[in-house]
């Protein structure tokens, strides 16, 4: 079967759309994590790719639900209540404090009640939401573009993340930075980082990266690197782990003190698949054996790797019953 298409998407055709629509995906998340309980590594405030764009999946509101979509086929946000409420607004060309205001009167009609910091966290330009008629560009064609991308990311780091049976992050969409990411734990205490991201809380960038780690993921550009591309980083960085082979076409980026590897890259590649995976394997590898992980523990349950051999060879595996189903026989 062939591989699915990667459409074009070059940051500075696009970047106004991305700019507006990171702060965008940042008022949708912030009403997540206004109404979540905190998660390790905020874990809690995370978006997820769907089938038509980004969802903050289902969030619990005293006795009832809801949930938050970006639909990037029919270019509608989309408020839902477990109780068949539904709200919806357009997106197309606004600003972000009219996006704001409309999302609140939203939450409102649905009689939900979420208050949030309007200042955009991870962004120099943090200029409140509610005062933000700077920003205010929508190309449907351009989010299209970055949903679909973003749906083959999730594929594929889905794919890497099978492959690791210590703790491990979902794959999930990150709108601080505006990237989607998944990554990968030693085990270990990292030393207490600096902070200094702007725009953040230290103490949430020291909760974040309190434990050593492998991430990788993918972000489509910004002001400092204005190209899509695929990452990987270690932290705490091991000793030269800069120095670590990754595939032609990678670099480690020292003024980002990641591997970064070009999007248009991976789209001319003649297996973008394995060219992308082949890529984090590298970067994950010179993390963990340059930082002595304990990889035998890490990687090697072999009742997981049983499983996933039958679920790919015949499917049998999705007729095992869940762990909760069966008991263990009681001793005397």
């Known amino acids: 079967m062939a591989e699915p298409n990667w459409p074009d998407l070059e940051y500075d055709e696009w970047k106004e759309t991305c700019e507006t629509l990171h702060r965008w995906t940042q008022i949708v998340g912030k009403i997540r994590l206004s109404k979540s309980p905190w998660v390790n590594h905020s874990w809690h405030s995370t978006l997820y790719v769907t089938e038509k764009g980004l969802t903050t999946s289902v969030i619990h509101d005293r006795e009832s639900s809801f949930a938050i979509e970006f639909d990037f086929i029919s270019h509608v946000l989309r408020m839902s209540r477990s109780d068949g409420r539904e709200m919806s607004l357009p997106l197309k060309s606004q600003s972000v404090a009219t996006f704001f205001g409309s999302c609140l009167s939203c939450l409102d009609e649905l009689e ?3 208050a949030i910091h309007e200042k955009p966290n991870e962004l120099a330009d943090a200029i409140p939401f509610s005062q933000d008629h700077t920003h205010n560009t929508y190309d449907p064609d351009f989010a299209n573009r970055f949903w679909k991308v973003l749906l083959q990311c999730d594929r594929l780091m889905k794919d890497f993340r099978s492959r690791f ?120 590898e010179a993390a963990a054996n340059l930082g002595k992980w304990d990889r035998a523990a890490l990687e090697g349950s072999r009742y997981l790797k049983i499983l996933q051999g039958r679920a790919k060879t015949d499917g049998s595996a999705a007729d095992v019953r869940p762990r909760a189903a069966t008991r263990p026989t009681p001793r005397g």
């Open 112 to 114: 939900v009640e979420a």
């Open 165 to 284: 049976s210590g703790k491990a992050s979902p794959v999930h969409f990150f709108w601080g930075g505006l990237d989607l990411a998944t990554t990968r734990f030693s085990g270990r205490n990292a030393p207490e980082h600096p902070g200094g991201i702007p725009n953040l809380p230290d103490l949430v960038t020291r909760e974040a990266y309190s434990d050593e780690v492998s991430s990788c993921g993918f972000w489509p550009g910004n002001e400092l690197y204005p190209t899509a591309a695929f990452y990987s980083y270690a932290y705490p960085e091991p000793e030269g782990y800069e120095r670590a082979t990754v595939p032609d076409g990678a670099s480690y980026e020292e003024k980002l003190r990641e591997f970064v590897l070009p999007y248009r890259a991976v789209k001319a590649a003649g297996s973008p698949d394995r060219l992308v995976l082949d890529f984090f394997l590298s970067a994950y």
